[in-house]
């Protein structure tokens, strides 16, 4: 199984293949890992070892509904605390330090797709997460690839992150911007 952690994955190889496979198998994991009744503390503990490859840390709380598309290249430091509703696209890697609380609806993006449309179907682009010690992200956040959150920096709600944050920072607010026009 490949694990992609930076640069590009193609699409319709073998390689990508692999990748395919597990998306479908993790999907098949966090489809009854959310219907599981809150209580079931036991058998979400054991599903989210099998969706994240290996024993997480006792003093990680990650409520359903959770969504990802790999797992296997997502770590978790300890006293991390994940709300309802996230979604972590971890091809491309995701590590999350000590004591971040990550609020509901957020999405963790480490892949996407090239910008030019002959090539949007070719291959994806990856990049790591850094969420550093004490981080903390605010509800529907959604951070995006190659992008570090530095340590004890906050995310306000709703804010869509795109460049890295310095430590002991607070980064608010999400307006979309026009970067780029083409001819077709």
């Not at 997480?56 to 309802?84: A, K, R, S």
Request: hydrophobic fraction near 40%; proline fraction near 7%.
């Amino acid at each position: 199984m490949p694990h992609v952690t930076s640069g590009r994955l193609y699409i319709h190889t073998p390689e990508w293949a692999q990748v395919a496979r597990r998306i479908e198998q993790v999907t098949t994991l966090t489809s009854r890992l959310n219907l599981l009744t809150f209580d079931d503390l036991a058998g979400r503990r054991a599903l989210l070892d099998e969706i994240f490859g290996r024993a997480l840390p006792e003093t990680l709380t990650l409520y359903p509904p959770f969504f990802t598309d790999n797992g296997l290249n997502t770590t978790f430091g300890e006293n991390v605390f994940v709300n309802q509703g996230c979604r972590f696209y971890d091809q491309g890697g995701i590590r999350i330090g000590d004591a971040t609380m990550i609020g509901p609806n957020t999405h963790l993006i480490t892949s996407g797709h090239p910008v030019p449309p002959t090539e949007r179907r070719e291959y994806i682009l990856a990049a790591p997460i850094v969420l550093e010690d004490n981080v903390w992200l605010g509800a529907a956040v959604t951070i995006l690839p190659g992008v570090t959150i530095g340590a004890n920096s906050v995310v306000g709600a709703g804010a869509v992150v795109t460049k890295d944050v310095p430590p002991n920072t607070l980064v608010t607010g999400s307006a979309a911007t026009v970067r780029k026009q083409w001819e077709v």
